[in-house]
């Protein structure tokens, strides 16, 4: 995947963690929200 197309499918995926759209990611919850980026996109922590 090229580098802007991650990183907009990141800023997609980060925006609905936000507003609590994503279920098993609680609304404010970081590290949450860190584990589940890291699984979808492969990041390393």
């Not at 925006?15 to 589940?36: F, Y």
Request: aromatic residues 2%.
């Amino acid at each position: 995947m090229l580098g802007a197309e991650r990183q907009t499918l990141i800023q997609v995926t980060m925006n609905m963690i936000r507003k609590g759209q994503v279920q098993g990611v609680n609304k404010g919850d970081v590290q949450a929200s860190i584990e589940l980026v890291s699984q979808l996109f492969g990041i390393a922590q």
